[in-house]
Structures are given as structure tokens and as C-alpha cells.
């Protein structure tokens, strides 16, 4: 089948994409046992205002580190990170950020959690509430704001994670594998569940993984990395229809070409390897 891969469809909507992140010849050094170790060379990508960024590749090829850079908390050994056009060299509620181990906080409850970003902000306590209740609503979890984070399930807490970093309404949402703990079966419940707020709030994300088919049901685009060292192998346009719950089943055939194109450059970076072993 030869379907359209020029245009991702999110984006087809508006008159011009407009780069929202731009990682810019992203480098990053890391001493390991006395010697230097390239993890990462010579990064550059470009993420859509409202765009679906999937980060693919291998263990250690330089995901995390990637994502990590981009939060701003690592720091790359040279290169540049804008976002929205401004230089990025720290953390900040602007980049909301989850992680696979959600690290909320024990000790606060469900709703405290989500007001932490909005805290750090200095907002009004009336004005926390109703945003973290709004937050919460729109991630499945109305009525649960007093319940503690040991009372609830692991799914309703990667919610939480994701009600928070909203909260504060940043400009990307940045996510490092954040449904690889999760069960079969609420992997694909909370797959649907963040692109239908990917939907309702516009917002860019920049989503990391190392499972083929999360990025696919997901993406516009998925930035395929090459490894040793760490590097952008492939941009891959992703238009299978939206909304894909209801459009797209893992067993379609442009489900399945896509597959087969991202398995064939991950064998291309096997065989590779191999040689350089060789
Ligand atoms: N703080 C650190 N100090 C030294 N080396 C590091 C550090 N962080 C990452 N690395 C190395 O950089 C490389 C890339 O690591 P990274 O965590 O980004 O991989 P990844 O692609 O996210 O892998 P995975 O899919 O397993 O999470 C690896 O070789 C890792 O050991
Ligand atoms: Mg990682």
C-alpha cells in the first residue's frame, strides 16, 4: 500500500508548522573509568508546536540522555536546546516531565501532588485547587484528590504524574518510558487515554520508548537513534489516521509496513554493530 508520508496529520490542519523544540548539535561526554565515552553525537531535531515526537532506539542509545538534556537537568558537553525560540539551559514548570517511576511525592496526597508545579509558581491556593481538580478530571481521576498516593493503583499514579506535569500548562510535555511498568492491557488503556488529552490540550509532547508499536499508535513523526555513539538515525513520518483508537488496529497493513520499516533499520543498526565487533 502506498499511503501519504509527506505531511504528518496533526499537523496537516495548520498553514505552517512552527518548531517549538530545536535540539541543535547536541553533544554529551561522559567519563566512565577514566576514559572519555561519546553517548551522545551530534543531535539535531526538530518538534512541531502540537506535534507527537516519539524518541525510538536500542538500550543505551542515548534516550534518557537525550530527554534528560531537553529537561534541562543534564547537561550537554556542547550544543544548544531552544524552546520557543529562547535558549533552555535548566529545569522549569515549563517542561512538564514523566517518568516510568512517576516520583510523586508519599507524604501529600493525590491533589497536593498535582499542585506542585503550580506551587513552585507562586499560584493562589484557590486557583491550585481548581486547576489540579481540572487536571485530574481530564486524566480519569475525578474524586480522588484526597486519597493518598499508597492508596492508589500504579496506572492511577502515572495519571497523577501527568495531571501534574499539565498542571502549570508547559509548553511540552517530555515523557521517558512512562507506561513501560505497566501491565499489557493498561499500557493500551493509557496509550489511548494521553492522546485523547494530547487532543483536548494541543500540547507538544516528546515521548521516549523503546517499544515499536507504542511509538506507532502514538506519533507524527518517530526519531528513530542509532547507538554507539548515540545519534539520530531516521526521521519517520507516521499518517495512519486519528483518532486511533478508533481508526487504527496493531494488525493494519500501514500498521504493519511501519513496523517492518522500523525492524529493518533496527536490523541495519544490528548488523552494524556486528561489523564494528568484527
Ligand atoms: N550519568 C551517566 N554517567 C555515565 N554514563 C551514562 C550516564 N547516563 C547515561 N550514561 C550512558 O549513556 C548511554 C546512554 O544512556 P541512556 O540512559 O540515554 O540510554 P537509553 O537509550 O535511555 O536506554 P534504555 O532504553 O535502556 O533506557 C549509556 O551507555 C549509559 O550507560
Ligand atoms: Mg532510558
Same mark, same amino acid.
Given at each position: ?14 498553514? +505552517? ?15 566512565? =573509568? %577514566? ?18 515526537? &516519539?524518541?525510538? %532506539?536500542? $538500550? ?16 550537554? $558537553? ?11 539551559? %535548566? ?9 516510568? =517511576?512517576?516520583? /510523586? ?42 486519597? +493518598? ?32 511498568? /505497566? ?10 487515554? /494521553? ?8 500540547? $507538544?509532547?516528546?515521548?521516549? $520508548? ?12 518517530? &526519531? ?36 517492518? =520499516? ?13 561489523? /564494528?565487533?568484527?
Amino acid at each position: 500500500m502506498n499511503h501519504d508520508r509527506a505531511i504528518p496529520s496533526a499537523m496537516k490542519s495548520k498553514n +505552517s508548522p512552527r518548531p517549538i523544540l530545536e535540539i541543535k548539535n547536541i553533544y554529551k561526554v561522559f567519563i566512565k =573509568e %577514566g576514559s572519555r565515552f561519546l553517548a551522545l553525537e551530534d543531535v539535531n531535531l526538530q518538534v512541531n508546536d502540537g506535534e507527537f515526537m &516519539c524518541i525510538l %532506539g536500542p $538500550t543505551g542509545c542515548g534516550k534518557s540522555v537525550t530527554l534528560q538534556i531537553v529537561a534541562g537537568l543534564m547537561e550537554q $558537553t556542547s550544543g544548544f536546546v531552544f524552546l520557543d525560540g529562547k535558549e533552555e539551559t %535548566g529545569p522549569g514548570p515549563h517542561k512538564g516531565m514523566v517518568f516510568q =517511576e512517576y516520583a /510523586l511525592l508519599p507524604w501529600r496526597n493525590v491533589r497536593e501532588n498535582v499542585e506542585l508545579g503550580l506551587e513552585i509558581q507562586g499560584v493562589q491556593k484557590a486557583e491550585r485547587h481548581k486547576i489540579a481538580e481540572s487536571q485530574l478530571a481530564n486524566v480519569n481521576m475525578k474524586n480522588t484528590s484526597r486519597l +493518598s498516593i499508597h492508596e492508589i493503583s500504579v496506572g492511577m499514579r502515572q495519571r497523577v504524574a501527568i495531571a501534574r506535569a499539565l498542571a502549570p500548562d508547559p509548553k511540552i510535555l517530555l515523557m521517558d518510558e512512562p507506561f513501560d511498568a /505497566l501491565d499489557a492491557l493498561t499500557k493500551e488503556e493509557m496509550q489511548i487515554e /494521553l492522546l485523547k488529552t494530547w487532543e483536548q490540550t494541543k500540547k $507538544t509532547i516528546f515521548f521516549v $520508548t523503546h517499544d515499536v508499536d507504542e511509538a506507532i499508535f502514538l506519533s507524527d513523526r518517530i &526519531c528513530v537513534m542509532d547507538i554507539n555513539p548515540g545519534r539520530v538515525k531516521k526521521v519517520l513520518v507516521n499518517n495512519l489516521p486519528r483518532p486511533r483508537h478508533e481508526k487504527v488496529k496493531r494488525t493494519d497493513e500501514a500498521f504493519n509496513e511501519l513496523r517492518e =520499516e522500523i525492524i529493518n533499520l533496527y536490523s541495519s543498526l544490528m548488523e552494524e554493530e556486528l561489523d /564494528l565487533i568484527v
